[in-house]
């Protein structure tokens, strides 16, 4: 034997019998057997079941140091095959099972373009493996952090980039919200029970510990029970599972319904119409909701749920046909409503025009004298705030209650139509976490708003005045920054409409007596119904250093919008300096710029207000940071929701993604910080 060691073009180093005439084919021994933390195309990832090897990739310790790191992806050949990434004896993330397709943790079961994908389960070996159908350089990596990446070489920019990414948020946590539960990260919370069942413990899952999952409503009994679909999910961990590559849906449920242990089915396949059968026994755990991807599991259930469902569906159908006898007749009185307006349309130029009407509005109208007494004939004495709109006095009504009167300047150039604005949105939101709205004052040329007083003003009257700024320790600035992603998170997603602030900065984070932070001033936020996720303006109106580049510059705004602006807010709970009044000896940066900066050269710490030093928890400050600059990147696709936002900030064990850089500028003495920007582009 004259042994050869060959590179071949594939990246494989092969050592063959010197005398073999193909050493691509037979070889003694090959790298592609030991991966390391990389896979590249041809390599498999999978077992030998003959020979026992496993072939898997194991993260580094660093990025420059190749010893083994914490985390491995391998196969676990329990029930139907799929890959776990295990850090240490815990699993983080499944793949979940072969759908025919792809793994059935990927949104969108759709054939690669690029690369040809191949799961194969033979007598002698199990593994997957994928092929490149063009030229394009690419590998799949395991990182320090236990992220498994598929990497694409870019030529025109000389680097690799991230094509597809696992753990890309908290849903793909293994096993998050527990048995029967799934994960929409869409939701806030985001684990929600499956249709049939409740969570086994309240209080623990009101309280965000989803670990225990959820138990069944009804119990089952075996042959009277019924199957429910749920559509577009990831499928269950599929270790305790049955499955057959030959026979077709009907004939798996059957089998199902006849084995008590029997908890749900599927289609192994789901190529070609499905084929193929997938059964489940024991709880069903780490599934998550996608938007859409083709995927069904029937979960079964007693049967008294399923005639809930039919119930609910008989209703449903009944209340359509109520919905659309009503929108026709809305839309006949909605055209003899227009035709009346239109008449009157020039009579409303001549008579004013700005006056506020009142007999829609939900919510109390106080008079003129019980205003003005309250706040001792808007005494200057009383004036507790000054913004764009006019002044805000304290007050107190006859029976003690204490208030704060918003009063609309007459000089006021913008302040109507926010006004109304105003009324419109807040009197209609409940939530702790903002300003509550007890009612107005719309008496002549008066308009006025009257809320709950706040006793301890604004946010940034404490964090940047170097005599207050200590009594607000750090607990109480983590609690403030939860607070306001709670109420704004309110504002995206929970209330009745999706609303978006526009003009968050602390000035507008009003703090109650226990200190526990409010957002107010809604008098530019914007309205979004359905599926509308963006807007456009030409009249940007805002504060400079809290708003993001893409509404600046462009008047572009979005929740995405809101999200920069907590970033910065954030960033100055922590480090009490104003984000563009901050300068530095050695860069031109402001305080996002300046935090950016301190992060990548790992200092940041840094950042952090000197007077928290005796109060601070290290953790909780750097994931501030760290959330505070994700929520700051430059563009708006790579900040997270603020479901994300309150998920991470109340959850330190999470491996939160590496921020981007932020959409920060060079500082310029044009303007101080507290000024609001109007401009029309």
Known sequence: MNPKARLLDSGNLVVSDGNDSDPEVNFVWQSFDYPGDTLLPGMKLGRNLVTGMDW???????????????????????????????????????????????????????????????????????????????SLPTRVVINQAGMVEHLTWIERNHKW??????????????????????????????????????????????????????????????????????????????????????????????????????????????????????????ELIDIREYNKNEQHLFVRVAASELDSVRNRRGKRSALIAVISALVATSILIFVAWFTFQRKNKKTDKHTGGSEVGNKDLELPLFDLVTVSTATES??????????????????????????????????????????????????????????????????????????????????????????????????????????????LLYLHQDSRFRIIHRDLKTS????????????????????????????????????????????AVDGKYSVKSDVFSIGIIILELVSGRRNRKFRHLEHHHNLLGHAWILWNEDKALELMDECLKESFSESQVLRCIQVGLLCAQKHPEDRPTMASVVFWLGNEGLVLSQPKQPGFFIERNSMDSTESAQFIS
């Open 378 to 487: 808007f005494s200057s004495a009383n004036v507790i705030g000054e913004g764009g709109f006019g002044q805000v006095y304290k007050g107190i009504l006859p029976d003690g209650l204490e208030i704060a009167v918003k009063k609309l300047s007459t000089y006021s150039a913008q302040g109507v139509q926010e006004l109304k604005n105003e009324i419109a949105l807040i009197s209609k939101l409940q939530h702790r976490n903002l300003v509550k709205l007890l009612g107005c004052c719309l008496e002549g040329e008066e308009k006025m708003l009257i809320y709950e007083f706040m006793p301890n003003s604004s946010l940034d009257c404490f964090i940047f005045d170097p005599s207050r700024k200590a009594s607000l320790a750090w607990k109480n600035r983590f609690e403030i920054s939860v607070g306001i992603s709670r109420g």
């Open 56 to 134: 898997y990739i194991e993260s580094w310790k660093s990025t420059d140091d190749p010893a083994p790191g914490e985390y491995i992806d391998r196969l676990d050949s329990h029930g139907y095959p799929q890959f776990f990434v295990w850090k240490n004896s815990s699993i983080v993330y499944s793949t979940g099972p072969w759908n025919g397709i792809s793994f059935s943790s990927s949104p969108k079961n759709q054939p690669a373009i690029y690369y040809a994908f191949e799961f194969v389960i033979e007598q002698k070996e199990i593994y997957f493996k994928y092929e490149l159908n063009e």
């Open 508 to 551: 507008n984070i009003l703090l109650d007596g226990d200190m526990n932070a409010k957002i107010a001033d809604f008098g530019l936020a914007k309205i979004f119904g359905g599926e509308q996720v963006e807007g456009n303006t030409k009249r940007v109106i805002g504060t400079y250093g809290y708003m993001s580049p893409e509404y």
């Open 161 to 282: 980039i991230v094509y597809v990414s696992t753990q890309s948020d908290n849903c793909d946590r293994f096993a998050l919200c527990g048995p029967y539960a799934s994960c929409n990260i869409n939701n806030s919370p985001p684990c929600d029970c499956l249709r049939g069942f409740e969570p086994r413990y309240p209080e623990q899952w009101y309280a965000v510990d989803w670990s225990n999952g959820c138990i069944r409503k009804t119990s089952l009994s075996c042959n009277q029970d019924g199957f429910l679909k749920f559509s577009n999910i990831k499928m269950p961990d599929s270790r305790h599972s049955w499955y057959n590559v030959s026979i077709n849906l009907e004939e798996c449920k059957s089998m199902c319904l006849a084995d008590c242990n029997c908890t749900a089915y599927s289609n192994l396949d789901i190529r070609n119409g499905g084929s193929g059968c997938l059964l489940w026994f024991g």
